[in-house]
């Protein structure tokens, strides 16, 4: 892609960080690139897959993560950051992750009365949510994206098993990180988590809630593994900004954060603090179970 380009999340079916990330490879994002990148990180004992799928007539990508957990150990946000601080990433993109982490890691810490940097990102595990976050970030700069903008977000309804027991979905650092920006959601009775602590906290900390005019040149549809009523996917768009400006998502936004800004210094509105963990839509070798289409940093486990 060339020139300035915007992206619009339509979050049909919720979101996570492995169906952001998915989506993106979906429209054209080269998983080794995106892996070239991942590597500086000096992490092993994990394998990155694409699986095209097709679904409720629907046909996408489907990001399939497979990881050795006896090689990655649960990480808090001290040591997230020693490896982000550390790697010779773009300092825009080590910047932008170690935000959506820190956001994540105060959620948790908040709901849990926890030091932000006590929180272990374990359930969802470190290693997941690292893949997911800066693979995220780092995708939508490969793919030239000045600006990153989003629907509003269904939530889904029922419960969730997690750490702490049996808790209600949206997940309480799901709904933090929702209600520190007033970002708008649509409400939904599906039995499932939609979304995620991860996808909660990228879309959050990098994407204005509002649906932006632009001539619309590409679509990637990401999925994840669970199985619902629907297409369990979300799709991005990708094109050029026209004029007519952005139509407010539904919802009520008391002050959404600016987007995701690839060429310049990306700066908030609001104070970011620290995050979460939820389940997946990667096809992982972990203890915990990740169901959902979604990427989590919760210390419970998400079907999404």
């Known amino acids: 892609m060339r020139g300035q380009t915007i992206a619009y999340v339509d979050c049909f079916s919720g979101a996570s960080g492995d169906m952001l990330l998915g989506a993106l490879l ?11 990148e991942l590597d500086k990180l000096e992490l092993e004992g994990y394998t990155l897959s694409v699986e095209r799928v097709r679904r409720h007539g629907i046909t ?34 080590a910047d932008a992750s170690l935000r959506v982490f820190e956001r994540l ?45 989003s629907s509003a977000l269904p939530l889904g309804a029922g419960t969730v098993l997690t750490a702490h027991g049996v808790l209600p979905v949206p997940a309480p650092a799901t709904l933090a990180l929702l209600a520190e920006v007033g970002a708008p959601t649509v409400p939904t009775d599906v039995e499932a988590e939609l979304l995620t602590p991860t996808g909660a906290a990228l879309l959050t900390t990098l994407a204005t809630f509002g ?14 593994q669970r199985e619902l009523p629907w ?32 060429g310049h210094g990306h700066t908030h509105p609001h104070t970011h603090e620290h995050g979460h963990t939820h389940e997946h839509d990667h096809a992982h070798t972990h203890e915990h179970t ?15």
Not at 80 to 93: K, N, Q, S
Not at 211 to 224: D, E, I, L
Not at 232 to 261: C, D, H, Q, S
């Open 60 to 93: 996408g990508s489907q990001l399939n993560v497979e990881i050795d957990e006896s090689q990655h150990p649960a990480r808090n946000l001290v040591m997230v950051r020693e490896l982000l601080t550390a790697a010779p990433l773009d300092g825009e993109i």
């Open 211 to 224: 649906q932006p005019a632009m001539a619309v040149g590409q679509v990637g549809y990401g999925f994840g």
């Open 105 to 149: 890691a105060a959620a948790e810490g908040t709901i849990h009365g926890m030091d932000v940097d006590e929180v272990h990102f374990h359930e969802l595990s470190a290693m997941d949510s690292i893949l997911d976050v800066v693979g995220f970030v780092t995708g939508l700069r490969l793919m030239g994206v000045t600006k990153l903008y």
């Open 26 to 36: 979906d429209a054209g994002l080269p998983l080794e690139a995106l892996q070239e």
């Open 290 to 304: 990740h169901e959902g289409d979604h990427g989590e940093t919760d210390p419970h486990t998400h079907d999404g």
């Open 231 to 262: 297409a369990n996917m979300l799709r991005i768009w990708f094109g050029e900004e026209v004029p007519g400006g952005v139509a407010k998502a539904r919802g009520t936004v008391r002050e959404a954060p600016a987007g995701y800004e690839a």
